[in-house]
């Protein structure tokens, strides 16, 4: 299974960007979905986690993004997004995607995309 985390870029401050992460599989349920992000000088932070239960979603946000950021599964796309709005200078950091995911043949493994750079101009 590869993971591609995509979508990052410039944008200015108070704009609103969309992160994706698309597992390449055949056969493939996504479980879980987090977003990390990781600042020049900081540790990685989780910032949003959904976690699918059956036909319900659980999701959590880091503080900081509470009321900005909405993280989101397309099953049919084999993707996970965060939908960031009213990004704030502090939000530029790289961005990674960790996913687990249920194959047939691999069970239920955690993978991790590449990092992608946001960077939010003031």
């Known amino acids: 299974v590869q993971l591609q985390a995509s979508g990052g870029g410039l944008v200015q401050a108070g704009g609103t960007h969309r992160l994706s992460c698309t597992a390449f599989?055949?056969?493939?349920?996504?479980?879980?979905v987090g977003w990390y992000r990781q600042a020049p000088g900081n540790e990685r932070e989780l910032v949003a986690r959904?976690?699918?239960?059956?036909?319900?979603?659980?999701?959590t946000y880091v503080d900081s993004v509470k009321g900005r950021f909405t993280i989101s599964i397309d099953s049919a796309a084999n993707t996970g997004y965060l939908q960031m709005e009213s990004l704030k200078p502090e939000d530029t950091a790289v961005h990674f995607c960790?996913?687990?995911?249920?194959?047939?043949?691999?069970?239920?493994?955690?993978?991790w995309g590449q990092g992608t750079l946001v960077t939010v101009s003031s």
């Open positions: 599989a055949n056969n493939f349920h996504i479980n879980i």
């Open positions: 960790n996913m687990n995911g249920y194959t047939p043949s691999t069970g239920s493994v955690y993978y």
């Open positions: 959904i976690v699918r239960q059956g036909s319900r979603e659980r999701t």
